[in-house]
């Protein structure tokens, strides 16, 4: 089993920046891919960014192509999302998930998630 735990989320004016982590216990991330979703009320979960087990492909979704940068730090078994140029529609409930396949964009193809960190961008 693998436990992860996101934090990093908050409040922050547009164009401010943030920076989620997401911890792993229980099993090593390194032989998994990692991604991260955000849901905002009402829609449902979507794709923000990926990257696969080796850390060689990495691909976003073309909402935040240019502004977030997903990585993943193998010694602390942790992942990230810097998020830059924030704008209020980033706003939402923030997710990390781990796939022992490949990484994917559909939220069905992972098998482990956290809780959720929220990040809120006023205008």
């Known amino acids: 089993q693998v436990q992860l735990v996101e934090s990093g989320g908050g409040l922050v004016q547009a164009g401010g920046s943030l920076r989620l982590s997401c911890a792993a216990s229980g099993r090593t991330l390194s032989s998994y891919a990692v991604g991260w979703f955000r849901q905002a009320p009402g829609k449902e979960r979507e794709f923000v960014a990926r990257?696969?087990?080796?850390?060689?492909?990495?691909d976003y979704a073309d909402s935040v192509k240019g502004r977030f940068i997903i990585s993943r730090d193998y010694a602390k078994n942790t992942m990230y999302l810097q998020m830059n140029s924030l704008k209020p529609e980033d706003t939402a409930v923030y997710y990390c998930a781990a796939s022992p396949r490949q990484s994917s964009q559909y939220v069905a193809a992972y098998d482990y998630w956290g809780q959720g960190t929220q990040v809120t961008v006023s205008s």
């Open positions: 990257i696969s087990w080796s850390g060689s492909n990495i």
